[in-house]
């Protein structure tokens, strides 16, 4: 299975959707959490998002918070879960 794929899967279990950029809709997750170690795969931007239920990381995209959440806004984590 390549990168891509992994995603796409990712995204289906957790009921997310695309819709040309990416636009995530998480209703299964707590929150969404920044990773300090990672950065992005597009921009080279860090944090990275991550999608957190029960005190855990169950989902990790490997985006920065405008490539994953699809505003400039959402370079500061303190704003992805308003
Ligand atoms: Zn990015």
Known sequence: MNNEQRKARQRDAFGARTDGTVTIVEPTLDSL????????????????????????????????????????????????NE
């Not at 170690?37 to 998002?49: I, K, L, N, Y």
């Not at 490539?67 to 992805?80: H, N, T, V």
């Open 33 to 80: 959490e920044p990773n300090y170690d990672d950065r992005c795969e597009v921009c080279d931007a860090s944090p990275t998002v991550e999608g957190w239920r029960h005190g855990r990381a169950v989902v990790k995209w490997h985006l920065c918070g405008p490539c994953c959440l699809g505003s400039a806004r959402m370079l500061d984590p303190r704003e992805w």
